[in-house]
T-cell receptor, first 118, second 113 residues
C-alpha cells in the first residue's frame, strides 16, 4: 500500500510571495488532515476534510491560507501572501472511513514539506 | 476543548535501559483514543502505540507499553531495552471519535551508545 505523498519536500520563498503544497492521500482514505508544525512544537491542525467537504478549519488563517480537496482525493494547501511566521513543516495525513461500524483510528502521515520564508 | 501536555521537553538514556515518557490530557469525553507517535529526523510521523479509553488493559507493542490512568487522565509510554533507533521526537496525541488528532508539544528522546 503506497503511503501519503507530499510535494515539494522543501520550499524557500520570500515574504509576501505565494506558495502551494500538494498531498496525495492513501487510496480510499476519506479523511484528510493538514497540520502545521513549527520547529520545536507539536503539529497543529489547520484543516480537516471528510471526502471533499471541510469538517474543521477553525485554526486556518483564512486571510492568507486556503485549502481544497478536489473530488475527495488530492489536496492542495496555499499560502498567499506568506509571512515569516509561516516557516514550518506542513504535514498531510489521511485516515480511512469506519468499516462495519468500527472506528478506524490510525492516521498515516506524509513526510511533510519544510517551508522557509525569508 | 481537549488539551495534551507533555512536561518533559528532552530526555536522554543509555542504550538498553528503560525510559518512561509522561503525558497528561484534559477532556470531558468518555470515549476517545490516545496515541504515541514517533517522529525521527526524516519528519515522518509513525504510530507507536494506541489505547482505547474504554479498555482498562494497557496496550503493549513489543518493547513499547503504556500506563493508562483514565481517572488521572495520564498516559505514559514506557520503552524497554531502548535502542539507538528509538532516538526521535515522541508525541502524545488525543482523538475523539472521527475527529481531529490533537498533539502535545513533544519529548525529544536521545538514546546514548
Amino acid at each position: 500500500e503506497a503511503g501519503v505523498a507530499q510535494s515539494p519536500r522543501y520550499k524557500i520563498i520570500e515574504k509576501r510571495q505565494s506558495v502551494a503544497f500538494w498531498c496525495n492521500p492513501i487510496s480510499g482514505h476519506a479523511t484528510l488532515y493538514w497540520y502545521q508544525q513549527i520547529l520545536g512544537q507539536g503539529p497543529k491542525l489547520l484543516i480537516q476534510f471528510q471526502n471533499n467537504g471541510v469538517v474543521d478549519d477553525s485554526q486556518l488563517p483564512k486571510d492568507r491560507f486556503s485549502a481544497e480537496r478536489l473530488k475527495g482525493v488530492d489536496s492542495t494547501l496555499k499560502i498567499q501572501p506568506a509571512k515569516l511566521e509561516d516557516s514550518a513543516v506542513y504535514l498531510c495525513a489521511s485516515r480511512s472511513a469506519p468499516r462495519q461500524g468500527r472506528w478506524n483510528t490510525e492516521a498515516f502521515f506524509g513526510q511533510g514539506t519544510r517551508l522557509t520564508v525569508v | 476543548a481537549q488539551t495534551v501536555t507533555q512536561s518533559q521537553p528532552e530526555m536522554s538514556v543509555q542504550e538498553a535501559e528503560t525510559v518512561t515518557l509522561s503525558c497528561t490530557y484534559d477532556t470531558s469525553e468518555s470515549n476517545y483514543y490516545l496515541f504515541w507517535y514517533k517522529q525521527p529526523p526524516s519528519r515522518q510521523m509513525i504510530l507507536v502505540i494506541r489505547q482505547e479509553a474504554y479498555k482498562q488493559q494497557n496496550a503493549t507493542e513489543n518493547r513499547f507499553s503504556v500506563n493508562f490512568q483514565k481517572a488521572a487522565k495520564s498516559f505514559s509510554l514506557k520503552i524497554s531495552d531502548s535502542q539507538l533507533g528509538d532516538t526521535a521526537m515522541y508525541f502524545c496525541a488525543f482523538m475523539k471519535q472521527d475527529d481531529k488528532i490533537i498533539f502535545g508539544k513533544g519529548t525529544r528522546l536521545h538514546i546514548l551508545p
